[in-house]
């Protein structure tokens, strides 16, 4: 009898024990994760990042906007005011998966209807892996106006990089032009087309350089000495190690980025690590970000130039330039050398490899399934409908709906869309990526793909000749809502019998946005695993202003209740309470 009660006693203790400690490691999580709450005023003001000023978008009063600083299992909560008087909002976070959260997104026409001037709107989400991404607008055109910035997401403490280094600095590249987005945007959508034409300009974290001195510029529009444009400056100590975060948000350009007579290590690419690797030039597309190491270990006594070209395309642009300052050297000082004058602009070769080499760290391989239940492949073509230039996929040029899909189909409102869906293949037989197609002409729709919740999808970017003669433009690729594996690249045209035996089962790596090169390929593969209406579009402002770009939807019924608050456009306005 004693020793029965001994038992007990000892198994009501054990079961105390593990209760008190499951209650402390609960508590230690709610500490660690915290609420990190940021109150946004967005409006237009005038600014001179190039020296020519222009109206831009500024979250309170700064462009790019503030750095999101966070760890990983932070909420974080943004009030967002549209202060723009006379146009709507959104913002999108880009690389945030949004587990749970689908309706923070921010993507407007997919995923909620947008602010109108005058109204506050909340996003809440989970920033639930450590890396470095980014947010911007999601409405029309507005991004390249300047509504956009970077998001810097630590690990938990006591949690170690798989790399070394004494200081964090967040670089964000952009391209700029002086034209209004209303200008560009009525030029792509008129007859005869009016393309928007080359930047003006190439920004290093919001600072630039035009050239005030042209005859026809508006001395009163137009100042060199103006502080606004002054070039950005990254000071350096001599003998350490910096990780340099960079982003893209260009419009249009494809990038190259350099600091003059450095070494660069690739040590993560969109929030995951890289088997690390040396570059002298990175180049990176609109939507991509990167983490690279770069030691200051050159002579100490000067300053050294930070450059950045544009790639891929003939461009009028001069190249965006920074000052990398040895301290304690001034950090305007201006370096005693010509700026390296970057890549050849045509050369797909090294911006290939580049992708190629870009594999998951050995010690943080997530294996991706080894077969697919379903292939979409998606060629990416420039055509007309009705004699307008469009861009499409599969021959289908893309158009939002009125009514926001997540709210369409969560409401069962699957008359405000089509339901015929878009097509999983084009005629890859006969159809010749190298020349102008024969017949250039498309429909639109605003059709959808459905996906079996859970299931292992294949992507095939394939692209191909625009309506120009030997042309062919580098897209990236951006999907919401996941990451997804970098199976391969290849020239010419995929061969769906041959190429995917030489996949990357090993360890490829996991990203949110790719590129797809000049008459190349690229595949790509993810779990259709998070239930909700996710975006898939060309990350260039006007090609997806024009159509390109497709919707996924998968496990809508596992989407929870939808806040009232992202409804009020289309037939939600019967949803709706402020």
Same mark, same amino acid.
């Given at each position: ?25 609960? =508590? ?15 409006? @237009? ?15 309170? !009063? ?25 146009? /709507?909002? =959104? ?36 920033? %639930? ?6 947010? +911007? *607008? ?13 998001? $810097? ?24 032009? +002086? ?27 919001? $600072? ?14 137009? &100042? ?7 070039? @950005? ?5 001599? !003998? ?44 990176? @597309?609109? !939507? ?10 050159? %002579?100490?006594? $000067? /300053? ?20 990398? #300052? ?22 797909? *070769? ?29 060629? #990416?073509?420039? /055509? ?20 926001? @899909? ?17 097509? %999983? /293949? ?15 002409? *498309? ?6 793909? $459905?996906?079996?919740? #859970? ?8 692209? *191909? ?5 030997? &042309?062919?433009?580098? +897209? ?6 996941? %990451? ?6 290849? &020239? ?14 090993? &360890? ?67 949803? +709706?309470?402020?």
């Amino acid at each position: 009898m004693v020793e029965h009660n001994f038992h007990q006693q000892s198994h009501s203790f054990v079961k105390l024990v593990i209760f008190l400690c499951l209650l402390f490691l609960s =508590a230690n999580i709610s500490v660690e994760a915290r609420i990190r709450h940021y109150e946004w005023e967005v409006k @237009y003001e005038y600014k001179s990042p190039d020296c020519f000023k222009k109206l831009s978008i500024s979250i309170n !009063g700064k462009t790019p906007g503030p750095t999101i600083v966070a760890q990983q299992g932070d909420t974080i909560v943004v009030e967002v005011k549209n202060s723009l008087l006379t146009e /709507n909002l =959104a913002i999108h976070w880009h690389g945030i998966r949004q587990i749970g959260t689908p309706w923070a997104d921010g993507t407007e026409g997919v995923t909620q209807c947008p602010i109108v001037p005058g109204d506050t709107f909340v996003y809440k989400f989970v920033v %639930d892996r450590a890396g470095t991404y980014l947010y +911007h *607008a999601h409405y029309g055109m507005q991004r390249q106006a300047g509504l956009q910035g970077m998001i $810097r997401v630590s690990l938990p403490d006591g949690v170690l990089e798989p790399f070394s280094y004494d200081h964090d600095k967040s670089i964000l590249l952009t391209d700029w032009y +002086h034209k209004s987005t209303y200008e560009q945007a009525t030029g792509l959508a008129s007859l005869p087309f009016s393309w928007v034409g080359e930047p003006q300009s190439i920004l290093i974290h919001g $600072r630039g350089r035009f050239n005030c001195s042209i005859p026809s510029i508006d001395p009163t529009l137009c &100042n060199a000495t103006n502080p606004q444009c002054t070039p @950005y400056s990254m000071t350096v100590v001599s !003998g350490k190690t910096y990780r340099l975060r960079i982003g893209s948000l260009t419009a249009l350009s494809a990038l190259s980025f350099e600091i003059e007579g450095h070494s660069m290590t690739v040590v993560e690419a969109d929030g995951h690590y890289v088997e690390p690797f040396v570059v002298q030039n990175l180049f990176i @597309y609109s !939507g991509e970000t990167y983490s690279v190491l770069i030691k200051a270990d050159q %002579d100490p006594t $000067r /300053n050294y130039w930070a450059s950045t070209k544009v790639v891929s395309r003939n461009s009028t642009t001069p190249n965006g330039l920074g000052i990398f #300052n040895y301290y304690p050297n001034h950090p305007r000082r201006y370096p005693p050398t010509i700026p390296p004058p970057g890549p050849r602009w045509d050369d797909v *070769a090294p911006r290939m490899a580049q992708s190629v080499a870009i594999k998951s760290h050995k010690d943080f391989i997530h294996a991706p399934p080894l077969t697919s239940d379903r292939v979409i492949v998606m060629l #990416n073509t420039q /055509n007309r409908v009705n004699g307008y230039v469009r861009w499409s996929v599969n021959n289908v040029s893309f158009n939002m709906p009125h009514t926001p @899909y997540l709210i369409a189909l969560k409401h069962n409102l699957l008359h405000t869309f089509e339901q015929t869906p878009p097509p %999983d /293949n084009y005629d890859h037989k006969n159809y010749d990526i190298f020349n102008i197609a024969p017949n250039v002409n *498309a429909t639109t729709s605003n059709s959808i793909y $459905r996906l079996k919740f #859970n299931t292992t999808v294949d992507i095939i970017l394939q692209n *191909a000749n625009t309506m120009n003669l030997n &042309n062919s433009e580098t +897209h990236p690729w951006h999907l919401h809502g996941h %990451d997804f594996w970098v199976m391969g690249y290849g &020239n010419g045209k995929f061969n769906q019998s041959i190429d995917p035996k030489n996949y990357n089962f090993v &360890n490829p790596i996991m990203k949110n946005t790719i590129p797809v090169h000049p008459y190349g390929w690229t595949a790509l593969r993810f779990r259709a695993d998070n239930p909700g209406v996710w975006a898939f579009h060309c990350h260039i402002e006007s090609h997806f202003f024009m159509g390109m770009g497709v919707v996924f939807e998968e496990g809508i019924e596992k989407v929870g209740k939808l806040p009232t608050s992202i409804m009020g456009c289309g037939e939600s306005k019967r949803f +709706h309470r402020p």
